[in-house]
């Protein structure tokens, strides 16, 4: 089974990225071959300070390294390593058909909250197609938010397939609906260009003031209230043991759940579920040699299997003559 997920570094990564996909690709690496990237030329659409982007592409891969990434399990590389891609993603898009990227609800949302809309940002599905594509990947394992866009990705590879003979397997999703989508701390999806993140490596001041800003209404201490429609319960139950979970449903339901103590606990909870990560991060980012040049590895072996698939391409569009 060919596994492949990409993370944008558009901004610290959140628990949303974790539960929604970091957290799966790892469990993925003994499942068969992974594939998983930084995708830098994506996060060009919305960050446009290179030094920030720079700085953010390295510290993503050491996010995801200090996660439980092995990249002796693994390829492990940053998108714009592989130029091959954006060639495909070119080919891709002269049969993607306008109303297929015009429907996508993540470039109608963007639109729709004010961001200046580019060509990149609409051409991002196409991209994403190729990226997935170009590996021959099986399963994509992303959070729902992504649903739409793989579904592009599958479009796109049947009207290849159909138009020019068989090329590309046609990629399945992997959603888990439990984590299917974190929420914020304003109860919205949690995302970065939202601004409701809990980050998963922010210092003890940061998360606290984080964990301290989760919403919740303003009822009293004693007064019932329903667990499952509270967004600090739906946030502490992806990190309390299932014991105290139990309990504190039992709080809610009863009566005698006080928002401020149990957000001092979440704090805690965060604090040591990200502990040992924390610790092995630190070292990667004091090493960035180390981290260059097991990207560079990566880049090296994910080449080699784009030059293929994109050899096989060139051939069925007509552009080996
Ligand atoms: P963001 O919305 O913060 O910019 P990305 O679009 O870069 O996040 O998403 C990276 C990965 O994390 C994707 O697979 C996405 O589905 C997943 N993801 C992002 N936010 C959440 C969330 N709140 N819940 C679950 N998964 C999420
Ligand atoms: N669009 C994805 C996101 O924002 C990132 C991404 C780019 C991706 N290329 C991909 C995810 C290929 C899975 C497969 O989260």
Same mark, same amino acid.
């Given at each position: 089974?060919? +596994?492949?997920?990409? *993370?944008?570094?558009?901004?610290?990564?959140?628990?949303?990225?974790?539960?929604?996909?970091? =957290?799966?690709?790892?469990?993925?690496?003994?499942?068969?071959?992974?594939?998983?990237?930084?995708?830098?030329?994506?996060?060009?659409?919305?960050?446009?300070?290179?030094?920030?982007? &720079?700085?953010?592409?390295?510290?993503?891969?050491? $996010?995801?390294?200090?996660?439980?990434?092995?990249?002796?399990?693994?390829?492990?590389?940053? #998108?714009?390593?592989?130029?091959?891609?954006? %060639?495909?993603?070119?080919?891709?898009?002269?049969?993607?058909?306008?109303?297929?990227?015009?429907?996508?609800?993540?470039?109608?949302?963007?639109? &729709?909250?004010?961001?200046?809309?580019?060509?990149?940002?609409?051409?991002?599905?196409?991209?994403?197609?190729?990226?997935?594509?170009?590996? =021959?990947?099986?399963?994509?394992?992303?959070?729902?938010? #992504?649903? #739409?866009?793989?579904?592009?990705?599958?479009? +796109?590879? *049947?009207?290849?397939?159909?138009?020019?003979?068989?090329?590309?397997?046609?990629?399945?999703? &992997? +959603?888990?609906?439990?984590?299917?989508?974190?929420?914020?701390?304003?109860? =919205?999806?949690?995302?970065?260009?939202?601004?409701?993140? *809990?980050?998963?490596?922010?210092?003890?001041?940061?998360?606290?003031?984080?964990?301290?800003? *989760?919403?919740?209404?303003?009822?009293?201490?004693? &007064?019932?209230?329903?667990?499952?429609?509270?967004?600090?319960?739906?946030?502490?139950?992806?990190?309390?043991?299932? %014991?105290?979970?139990?309990?504190?449903?039992?709080?809610?339901?009863?009566?005698?759940?006080?928002?401020?103590?149990?957000?001092?606990?979440?704090?805690?909870?965060?604090?040591?579920?990200?502990?040992?990560?924390? %610790?092995?991060?630190?070292?990667?980012?004091?090493?960035?040699?180390?981290?260059? %040049?097991?990207?560079?590895?990566?880049?090296?072996?994910?080449? $080699?299997?784009?030059?293929?698939?994109?050899?096989?391409?060139? =051939?069925?569009?007509?552009?080996?003559?």
């Amino acid at each position: 089974m060919r +596994i492949l997920s990409g *993370i944008q570094p558009s901004g610290k990564l959140h628990i949303g990225n974790y539960f929604g996909m970091m =957290q799966p690709m790892v469990e993925n690496m003994d499942r068969g071959e992974l594939y998983a990237f930084i995708v830098n030329l994506h996060a060009l659409t919305s960050v446009n300070d290179p030094q920030r982007l &720079a700085a953010d592409t390295m510290e993503a891969a050491a $996010d995801f390294l200090a996660l439980g990434l092995d990249p002796e399990k693994c390829i492990f590389w940053v #998108q714009s390593d592989v130029p091959e891609v954006t %060639e495909l993603a070119w080919i891709l898009s002269t049969l993607t058909p306008m109303g297929l990227l015009e429907r996508c609800h993540s470039y109608k949302d963007k639109v &729709a909250k004010g961001i200046a809309a580019n060509h990149g940002l609409f051409a991002y599905p196409v991209l994403m197609a190729a990226d997935i594509l170009l590996y =021959q990947a099986e399963l994509v394992p992303v959070g729902k938010d #992504q649903k #739409q866009h793989l579904e592009v990705a599958r479009d +796109i590879a *049947i009207k290849f397939n159909n138009s020019f003979g068989e090329t590309f397997v046609v990629p399945e999703p &992997a +959603i888990s609906d439990s984590m299917a989508t974190v929420p914020g701390l304003d109860g =919205q999806k949690m995302s970065k260009s939202y601004g409701n993140t *809990i980050g998963i490596f922010l210092d003890e001041k940061s998360l606290k003031k984080s964990v301290m800003s *989760i919403v919740t209404d303003s009822a009293p201490v004693d &007064a019932p209230k329903d667990p499952d429609k509270c967004n600090l319960y739906n946030i502490m139950k992806l990190f309390a043991p299932p %014991e105290r979970l139990k309990e504190i449903h039992e709080l809610y339901v009863n009566g005698g759940a006080a928002y401020g103590y149990l957000k001092l606990e979440l704090v805690d909870l965060l604090w040591e579920y990200f502990r040992e990560a924390r %610790e092995t991060r630190e070292k990667l980012v004091d090493d960035p040699g180390f981290l260059r %040049e097991v990207l560079n590895k990566g880049a090296m072996k994910a080449r $080699d299997k784009a030059a293929g698939t994109l050899s096989l391409v060139r =051939q069925r569009v007509g552009l080996i003559f």
